[in-house]
């Protein structure tokens, strides 16, 4: 297993338009971590996943966020109608049930103009 | 919730020791982690700490925790090039979240 993959790495878009990215985790870790990571700060908590349920949701997802994991593997986060303040880096992790040891993918760089 | 804050920067020599601060708020936190992050990349886990321990050691590096003054350090003995980047202290939060600080920025002087 070669880890957390995020696709894709980098991704540029119009303001307005929508954009979804993937994250596929390690395959036997049935937890799965959305974060936000703004220009000079540490990675912010965005939403997480057990197996396909998600469990909780941060106030930062606002409604034009939206995250699924359909079949309790890989994850999706969609952003829709996509603002200027939405340019962060997107952090996907995974974990084993209670592990404490967490896992993040190189993470997809999103860019709004 | 929890607030972890770091300082910003640190330089030292290749070859000194380099020792990175972090202060938390929240005694509840089971563990208490390190990550690098080189520029342009995810989150790499360095080490971590129980919070009832007082100390742990992995090669060159060693965490330091003092739960009474909510203070945790990361030294790393031999710092190298390869060290610089960008280090982040993180608490667990209850469900598994990780409450992350700003990051200190390490510079390695050759």
């Known amino acids: 297993d070669t880890g957390v993959s995020q696709d894709p790495r980098h991704k540029i878009t119009k303001r307005g338009q929508n954009v979804t990215f993937r994250c596929d985790p390690i395959?036997?870790?049935?937890?799965l971590y959305w974060y936000r990571q703004t220009l000079g700060q540490g990675p912010e908590f965005l939403t997480y996943?057990?197996?396909?349920?998600?469990?909780?949701k941060s106030r930062l997802l606002s409604d034009r966020f939206s995250a699924e994991r359909p079949k309790g593997s890989f994850s999706t986060l969609e952003i829709q109608r996509t603002e200027q303040g939405d340019s962060a880096m997107y952090l996907c992790?995974?974990?084993?049930?209670?592990?404490?040891?967490?896992?993040f993918g190189q993470g997809t760089r999103l860019t709004v103009v | 919730g929890e607030d972890v804050e770091q300082s910003l920067f640190l330089s030292v020599r290749e070859g000194d020791s380099s020792v990175i601060n972090c202060t938390y708020t929240?005694?509840?936190?089971?563990?208490l982690y390190w990550y690098k992050q080189e520029p342009g990349a995810g989150l790499q886990l360095l080490t971590y700490?129980?919070?009832?321990?007082d100390m742990k050691q992995d090669q060159r590096l060693t965490v330091l925790l003092n739960k009474k003054d909510k203070h945790l350090s990361l030294r790393i003995a031999d710092t190298q090039t390869g060290d610089s980047a960008i280090y982040f202290c993180?608490?667990?939060?209850?469900?598994?979240?990780?409450?992350f600080g700003a990051g200190t920025i390490l510079r390695v002087k050759s």
């Open positions: 992790a995974s974990s084993l049930g209670e592990s404490t040891e967490a896992f």
């Open positions: 395959s036997e870790h049935n937890r």
């Open positions: 996943f057990q197996n396909e349920a998600q469990l909780e």
């Open positions: 929240d005694s509840s936190s089971t563990y």
């Open positions: 700490i129980f919070s009832n321990m």
């Open positions: 993180a608490g667990l939060e209850y469900g598994n979240k990780l409450v």
